[in-house]
Every structure is written in structure tokens, then in C-alpha cells.
Nanobody
């Protein structure tokens, strides 16, 4: 599975932004898709995930209520709608794919990483 993220940019606090991730490869719907982010000088952290079918989602506390993850299995795509952005949301955002989600440590579930897309939120 190859993942290509896009949609990052420079926005002001309070603005919205939508990230997209295009996946290549077979059986996209078999994968749990997730978004992570990494701010300068910090570790990569989990943001959100969505199950392959059924659409069950889960969010990090820091983004719950502001971000929405979704997917379109027909298009092999996953999205992250980000609203009410804050300067603390500034980071490189990565999409990721997991065949199984069993570990309580989100990064340990990931089988494939995409390249990142930079989101900068100015105050």
C-alpha cells in the first residue's frame, strides 16, 4: 500500500482545512486508516483512525469535536476535516494504514506510512 497525503498549508487560527490521502494497492477497505502528526521537536502522535468498513472512528482528546476523519473506499481515499484550528495543531500530518489495530500504542499498529503534509496555523 502506498499513501500520498495532500492538502496542508498555512492558515490562521480558527480556520478550517481538509487533508486528503490517496491510497494505492488492493483491498483498501481491509485497512484501518489513521492520521498522525508530528510537531517540531516532538514525537509523532496519534490524531484519528477509522475502521475499514462500518466507519467506526476514534480521536485523540486534543482534536475530538474539532476534527473529523472519513473515508471513501470506492476512491481509496481517507480525509481529515480540521475545524477551529489552533496554533498547537501546527505539525506535519501523516496518513497511515494498519491491517489490524490491536496495540494500545497506536504507532505499533501501523504497517504503512505516507509522506507528510505540513499544516501551519498562525495566531
Amino acid at each position: 500500500v502506498q499513501l500520498q497525503a495532500s492538502g496542508g498549508g498555512l492558515v490562521q487560527a480558527g480556520d478550517s482545512l481538509r487533508l486528503s490521502c490517496a491510497a494505492s494497492g488492493r483491498a483498501f477497505s481491509n485497512y484501518v486508516m489513521a492520521w498522525f502528526r508530528q510537531a517540531p521537536g516532538k514525537e509523532r502522535e496519534f490524531v484519528a483512525r477509522i475502521r475499514g468498513t462500518g466507519g467506526s472512528t476514534f480521536y485523540a482528546d486534543s482534536v475530538r469535536g474539532r476534527f473529523t476523519i472519513s473515508r471513501d473506499n470506492a476512491k481509496n481515499a481517507v480525509y481529515l476535516q480540521m475545524n477551529s484550528l489552533k496554533p498547537d495543531d501546527t505539525a506535519v500530518y501523516y496518513c497511515a494504514a494498519a491491517r489490524y489495530w490491536t496495540s494500545p500504542e497506536p504507532r505499533q499498529n501501523i504497517d504503512y506510512w505516507g509522506q507528510g503534509t505540513l499544516v501551519t496555523v498562525s495566531s
